[in-house]
């Protein structure tokens, strides 16, 4: 079940002995408390990588150099024609084809280093068009779908509702319906199948925190229920730490100790070797 933020909000008045009733004397505002959660937030999803997207690109005729979408923070995974891609570097390339950078073939290889920010290549630059999925200017949403698993198809499963809504579907003729999603129950949910897209590129990169602005009963997003626990800490070092009425050293030191006990156990689940058993 999904965790208000207003819950952690709670349980920090409780542990700084503040009645979270009391919010009008100031002690602890909440407009204060959303600073330090957002800061808190935003630390714990960048350090443990903990949730993953899934990016489609239109692959391009000839085209190698593609932008890496704003929502992400590192690249994890690259593939192309639902085939895995080999990480490489410029020096690699350079060394071993002095011609590599003209090849026109199937992509085998990707690279982010000695390029622009934000931006990946892949190599050889793709032999063939990849899908795309038109939008009209006057009818675009929060976010496009980049790219298809075919050249008419795109299928969306979700088993527990989405978070927002298909407003129409149009495709290459008057009444093509090219886009078909079915939700079995509303609600905040998690899209939990998806087919890797046949011509294009697909990333796997860890989520970026959220920019907007967020209010004490929104959802804690981007991390799991099993680890909002430790955002608490989080807040909690960052308020004892500071010079003012909270401040505790002792108790900041304790807190940072759970806070990071946290923040390893998300980033040893998440990573590949596992470490020691």
């Known amino acids: 079940m999904p965790i208000q933020i207003s819950a952690i909000y709670t349980d920090v008045c409780r542990n700084i002995l503040e009645d979270p009733g009391l ?117 675009t949403g929060y976010g496009t779908i980049a790219a298809t698993s075919s050249a008419n198809d795109f299928d969306i499963l979700a088993p527990t509702g989405g978070y927002g809504t298909i407003s129409s579907c149009f495709g290459p003729y008057p009444g093509g319906n090219t886009v078909f999603a079915e939700s079995m129950n509303a609600g905040f949910g998690t899209i939990n199948y998806v087919i890797s897209s046949t011509g294009n590129l697909q990333l796997v990169s860890s989520a970026q925190p959220i920019s907007y602005y967020q209010t004490i009963n929104d959802y804690v997003y981007l991390i799991p229920d099993s680890f909002t626990a430790y955002l608490k800490y989080g807040i909690l070092e960052r308020i004892w730490s500071q010079d003012g009425e909270y401040k505790s050293p002792d108790q900041a030191q304790f807190a940072s100790q759970r806070y990071q006990e946290g923040v390893s156990l998300a980033a040893a689940i998440m990573s590949e070797g596992g470490g020691d058993a």
């Open 23 to 139: 919010t009008a004397i100031n002690l602890m505002s909440i407009s204060d408390f959303m600073n330090y959660f957002n800061d808190t937030a935003q630390d714990f999803v960048s350090r443990t990588g903990l949730i993953k997207r899934l990016i489609n690109i239109t692959a391009d005729l000839g085209v190698g150099v593609y932008p890496e979408p704003a929502t992400n923070t590192d690249i994890v995974e690259v593939a192309y024609n639902q085939t895995h891609l080999y990480r490489t570097s410029g020096w690699y390339l350079d060394n071993s084809d002095p011609s590599w950078a003209s090849a026109v073939d199937t992509p085998e290889r990707w690279r982010e280093d000695e390029l622009a920010p934000e931006q990946i290549q892949i190599e050889p630059a793709p032999a063939v068009q990849g899908y795309g999925v038109p939008v009209l200017p006057t009818t």
